[in-house]
T-cell receptor, first 114, second 114 residues
Framework: GDSVTQMEGPVTLSEEAFLTINCTYT??????LFWYVQYPGEGLQLLLK?????DKGSNKGFEATYRKETTSFHLEKGSVQVSDSAVYFC?????????????FGKGTKLSVKP | DAGVIQSPRHEVTEMGQEVTLRCKPI?????LFWYRQTMMRGLELLIY????????DSGMPEDRFSAKMPNASFSTLKIQPSEPRDSAVYFC????????????FGNGTRLTVT
């Protein structure tokens, strides 16, 4: 079945460092891909998305490009801030599967130190 | 918009007791989802509704769990009887449409069963 694999955390960075969180997926057809972020004590919220191959999603300085050839959707940010400390979830939804059913990765915890 | 509202934020109960978690989705959203989050298993989809009708409850762990959506603005997740292994954070989420539509999560209910 469809699945999402994220790099294991936690990831600890210093402020202004470059961030990459790897995400790869397995899916039939043409899934849409998402990154969600969960700040402490809150629910998940959508960070960015891409709906077709070579699309780049971006928001709040974060970017991810839908790479069909490598089945990847890696999250990047050029200069992280302490306020970016959170858990990041990669996810996909596949129209070939259950309608409205997002499949989430296990999450990667990011800690940014001042 | 107030977002997805869940109550209570925290619930502590004894094993064997009935627990009811409540959710008010965003007005106008036609999909509602219940998730459970634990350190061991990550984020798990329990059940989701479309236009108040349960579509997929294959994630509901046991008959002790039940969910209802009597109208478009209210849903409950009930556990009866509760067990210590049910301790987790339970999230409700809603969306307008399926597929690419982002999920809007509530802040969750942290359930502790002693």
């Amino acid at each position: 079945g469809d699945s999402v694999t994220q790099m294991e955390g936690p990831v600890t960075l210093s402020e202004e460092a470059f961030l990459t969180i790897n995400c790869t997926y397995t899916a039939t057809g043409y899934p849409s891909l998402f990154w969600y972020v969960q700040y402490p004590g809150e629910g998940l919220q959508l960070l960015l998305k891409a709906t077709k191959a070579d699309d780049k999603g971006s928001n709040k300085g974060f970017e991810a490009t839908y790479r069909k050839e490598t089945t990847s959707f890696h999250l990047e940010k050029g200069s992280v801030q302490v306020s970016d400390s959170a858990v990041y979830f990669c996810a996909l939804v596949n129209y070939g599967g259950s309608q409205g059913n997002l499949i989430f990765g296990k999450g990667t915890k990011l800690s940014v130190k001042p | 918009d107030a977002g997805v509202i869940q109550s209570p934020r925290h619930e502590v109960t004894e094993m064997g007791q009935e627990v009811t978690l409540r959710c008010k989705p965003i007005s106008g959203h036609d999909y509602l989802f219940w998730y459970r989050q634990t350190m061991m298993r990550g984020l798990e989809l329990l059940i989701y509704f479309n236009n108040n009708v349960p579509i997929d409850d294959s994630g509901m762990p046991e008959d002790r769990f039940s969910a209802k959506m009597p109208n478009a603005s209210f849903s409950t997740l009930k556990i009866q009887p509760s067990e210590p292994r049910d301790s987790a954070v339970y999230f409700c989420a809603s969306s307008l449409g399926a597929g690419n539509s982002p999920l809007h999560f509530g802040n969750g209910t942290r359930l502790t069963v002693t």
